[in-house]
């Protein structure tokens, strides 16, 4: 069974930064999957975040997070990172990694069938 682990959640005050880890299981690897960050909030739809194409590897983000996260990877390792700075409170929310095999690069969240059981950032002003 394909499993995703998040890791690196936790407290941050505004304006800080924090790095996410997205892991594969054993035995999976990322070489024909798009790899994307959602997040949900409190009362709140589960939102794309940032994503890495499959085919082209090419990195995209949600207009809320431009400018102030990046996201990379290390295939070697089978592992995506999500660096987050100038965190917000707005940035509250738990962040999910999810898997689109050979997927385009959306942040439909539709698209997405493997996905890791989230980790909690909690911003504070």
């Known amino acids: 069974e394909v499993q995703l682990v998040e890791s690196g959640g936790g407290s941050a005050q505004a304006g800080g930064s924090l790095t996410l880890s997205c892991a594969a299981s054993?035995?999976?690897?990322?070489?024909?999957?798009?790899i994307a960050w959602f997040r949900q909030a409190p009362g709140k739809e589960r939102e794309g975040v940032s994503v890495?194409?499959?085919?082209?590897?090419?990195?995209y983000y949600a207009d809320s997070v431009k400018g102030r996260f990046t996201m990379s990877s290390d295939w070697t390792k089978n592992t995506v990172y999500l660096h987050m700075n100038s965190l917000t409170r707005e940035d509250t929310a738990v962040y999910y990694c999810?898997?689109?095999?050979?997927?385009?690069?959306?942040?439909?969240?539709?698209?997405?069938?493997?996905w890791g059981q989230g980790t909690q950032v909690t911003v504070s002003s």
């Open positions: 999810a898997a689109d095999r050979q997927g385009p690069g959306s942040l439909r969240k539709y698209l997405y069938s493997v």
């Open positions: 054993s035995g999976f690897t990322f070489d024909n999957y798009a």
């Open positions: 890495i194409g499959w085919s082209d590897r090419r990195t």
